[in-house]
């Protein structure tokens, strides 16, 4: 008799839980057409970067309101890797990448296995050649001794865009 009275206690003791489950998730407001991307602020990381990097950091200047920074890391013993990420106003990922490491691999894996298709695209004074891929799309610049690639699931008219308003700046170098 002891035994079924712990059962049912326990059943008992799981519907209250229950209730009490459903009664918060019915009366704490919660929003599902929130957008749950967060935003980040980069200037900040952007300046360091420019103190540290051994070439021009670039950062955007001017892009709207609806290009929303997401993401950002400088990693001076990783190549003085730069990343800069975004979501246009069209939801779709941008990123701005430079390293020192000009090699076809780290070009392969920050444009997610795109590969040159023997094109260009001007931006404003700057020739960029365009990389086509099954995730990403790219531009890429190379320049002595360091890369700059604006890649991303965004159109390569976005990628422009984002590349457009680039600006490239060096601080003073760090010991």
Avoid: C
Avoid at 127 to 150: H, I, N, P, S
Wanted: charged share 25%.
């Amino acid at each position: 008799m002891k035994g079924k009275q712990t059962v049912w206690d326990m059943v008992r003791s799981l519907a209250v839980i229950g209730v009490v489950v459903a009664g918060i998730y019915l009366f704490v407001p919660h929003d599902e057409d929130a957008d749950p991307t967060r935003t980040v602020d980069y200037r900040v990381e952007a300046l360091t970067a420019r103190r540290a990097a051994p070439y021009p950091v670039a950062a955007p200047v001017g892009l709207p309101e609806q290009w929303r920074a997401t993401s950002v890391t400088y990693e001076r013993k990783n190549a003085s890797a730069w990343h800069l990420g975004f979501q246009d106003p069209d939801k779709q990922y941008v990123s701005v990448e430079q390293s020192t490491d000009t090699s076809d691999k780290y070009l392969t894996r920050v444009t997610q296995k795109a590969h040159a298709d023997g094109q260009t695209q001007r931006v404003g004074d700057q020739v960029w050649e365009r990389w086509d891929g099954e995730k990403y799309d790219a531009l890429v610049r190379r320049e002595q001794g360091y890369v700059t690639v604006v890649t991303g699931t965004a159109s390569f008219e976005q990628l422009g865009v984002m590349a457009a308003a680039l600006e490239f700046k060096q601080g003073p170098q760090t010991p």
